[in-house]
């Protein structure tokens, strides 16, 4: 079992950048798939980046490409999701989350582990 706490949420100007890391403690980090979703206020959770075991592979939602990467460092247990060029329709509230796989998983659904989400508000 891995439990997930996420943080570096936060206010942020259109056009800002915001880090966001979700520490990851319990078992070894290695062998899960993660992910970062967000959800924003009367809008359903979607998927927004997500990475298998090792990083070598990654998937990005068409709205965000090009402007957020999702990186992992399973030794100090540690998905991290760097957004750029921030838009007011990224507001949302954004939750990390890991399945026990070794292979990516692109689906709400396929996610076991949630953290309890971190607050971020792009400003116009």
């Known amino acids: 079992q891995v439990q997930l706490v996420e943080s570096g949420g936060g206010l942020v100007q259109t056009g800002g950048s915001l880090r966001l890391s979700c520490a990851a403690s319990g078992r070894t980090l290695s062998t899960y798939a993660m992910g970062w979703f967000r959800q924003a206020p009367g809008k359903e959770r979607e998927l927004v980046a997500a990475?298998?075991?090792?990083?070598?592979?990654?998937y990005y939602a068409d709205a965000v490409k090009d402007r957020f990467t999702i990186s992992r460092d399973n030794a100090k247990k540690t998905l991290l999701l760097q957004m750029n060029s921030l838009k007011p329709e990224d507001t949302a509230v954004y939750y990390c989350?890991?399945?026990?796989?070794?292979?990516?998983?692109?689906?709400?659904?396929?996610?076991?582990?949630w953290g309890q989400g971190t607050q971020v508000t792009v400003s116009s």
């Open positions: 989350a890991a399945e026990r796989s070794y292979k990516m998983v692109v689906t709400t659904g396929g996610y076991d582990y």
């Open positions: 990475i298998n075991w090792s990083g070598s592979s990654t």
